[in-house]
């Protein structure tokens, strides 16, 4: 027998409740969310439908119905009947993102269409403007370009800068094109020969002006130390070459003593250093009261000998007491700088002098690298005494073999067609 049995009914357990699927518990929380979904669509739809608020008769909420009225399985068929409604009314999502504003005035459809216009226009205009500017920038790059040269302006109007930019671009490239032109042409050639040859001719005619200009600045000192005397007095011994010094010059070369009167053989004499010429009225020695006078080169062509060509090219810058030291007969003569002319060469006479005391004459062509006119330097003697210096000599006056101072040689473009 059961044991339960004999408890009395009130002690005797009550029956199990029945326990429900969890499917069947789910449902009605589903249901919720579907309804909930259905109120969202319904809310997208009066919006993308414009926004009346009016609500079509399958669109009625459910939530709008009375409680009582509204079971699960009425819920459910409206549910499906509002689903098949809306998947026939329903417009698809392009219709409701492309449909054209819906504007209620005529001035509101004018003022839409210029607005597009008018940025479509901006758009386009500040493209090609773009596009130009950046072709041109590509073409002809230049590091120096304004920066403007890349922004276009608003309006499509080159500023100032961009103007002058562009200008200087298309001169470049027209100069660099007929240069081009040039060099590819068959003319370039022979004018370029025909250059070449007149540089070589003003060469060979001119070099004197070029070479005794470079020689004016760069040309050494030969002086040796002990030529460089302080007191002109002094008596300082010395051998028996005839040379001259001229401290200020740098200049420290032999003399050639009684060379003739001829032309050519007192051009012979300055290619070995200073030469002693004679003249009427100017034809003493050193240590001898009257004019010694000193011929010597301040340019000469690049094709003659000798190793002084250019020994007096910085004679102009002798100055008014400068000294000059003569070597002569184992005796040192020293002058002092008294006077500077320039005269033409045929002034033969400005060399003439009947004083009575020992002067010397330097004679040098200028302006340099020419042979047009002649720089006289004359000085004094100053030591050893003057008073001292013997007399004239009585020997007959040379004879004139020229009637002007010897002057540079010929050029060799002279020499081979004779000079006019």
């Not at 309804?35 to 009016?54: C, K, N, P, W």
């Not at 040796?224 to 005839?242: K, L, M, R, T, Y």
């Not at 010694?292 to 000798?306: E, L, R």
């Not at 002569?328 to 006077?339: A, D, E, G, L």
């Amino acid at each position: 027998m059961d044991p339960k049995s004999q408890l009395p009914p009130s002690r005797q357990p009550s029956p199990a409740p029945r326990r429900e699927s969890a499917e069947q518990l789910r449902r009605p929380e589903r249901q919720q969310q579907n309804a909930a979904a259905d109120i969202v669509r319904r809310e997208l739809d009066t919006i993308y439908s414009g926004g009346s608020g009016e609500t079509t008769p399958h669109t009625t909420p459910v939530e709008h119905m009375p409680r009582s009225q509204t079971t699960k399985s009425e819920a459910g068929q409206q549910y499906a009947q509002q689903q098949a409604a809306d998947s026939l009314q329903v417009d698809s999502p392009y219709d409701k993102t492309h449909t054209a504003p819906s504007l209620s005035h005529t001035e509101q459809w004018k003022q839409y269409h210029s607005s597009w216009q008018n940025y479509y226009q901006k758009y386009y205009e500040q493209y090609y403007v773009s596009a130009v500017k950046q072709q041109i920038g590509n073409t002809h790059t230049d590091a120096s370009a304004p920066n403007t040269t890349t922004i276009p302006d608003d309006d499509g109007v080159l500023t100032r800068d961009e103007a002058l930019y562009e200008l200087r671009q298309k001169i470049i490239t027209n100069a660099t094109t007929k240069a081009k032109k040039v060099r590819k042409s068959r003319h370039f050639v022979p004018i370029a020969a025909a250059l070449s040859v007149v540089m070589v001719f003003a060469l060979l005619q001119y070099n004197q002006v070029l070479f005794a200009n470079v020689k004016a600045y760069i040309t050494p000192g030969t002086i040796e130390a002990q030529n460089i005397i302080v007191d002109p007095n002094s008596e300082v011994p010395v051998g028996p070459e005839s040379r001259m010094i001229i401290p200020k010059i740098n200049v420290d070369a032999p003399v050639v003593m009684e060379v003739g009167p001829s032309e050519q053989e007192q051009l012979a004499a300055m290619e070995n250093g200073i030469a002693h010429v004679r003249y009427p009225g100017a034809s003493s020695v050193p240590g001898q009261v009257g004019n010694t006078v000193f011929s010597g080169h301040s340019s000469s062509d690049w094709t003659d000998m000798g190793e002084y060509k250019f020994i007096f090219v910085q004679l102009e810058r002798m100055a008014v007491d400068d000294i000059i030291y003569v070597n002569y007969n184992s005796t040192r003569y020293s002058y002092k700088v008294t006077n500077m002319d320039v005269v033409m060469p045929s002034e033969i006479n400005a060399l003439e002098y009947d004083g009575d005391k020992p002067i010397i004459t330097l004679i040098t062509c200028v302006p340099l690298g020419t042979a047009e006119k002649r720089l006289l330097v004359r000085a004094e003697q100053v030591g050893p005494d003057p008073s001292k210096a013997e007399a004239r000599s009585d020997e007959p006056e040379p004879a004139r073999a020229t009637q002007q101072m010897t002057g540079t040689s010929p050029t060799l473009l002279e020499r081979l067609f004779g000079s006019s």
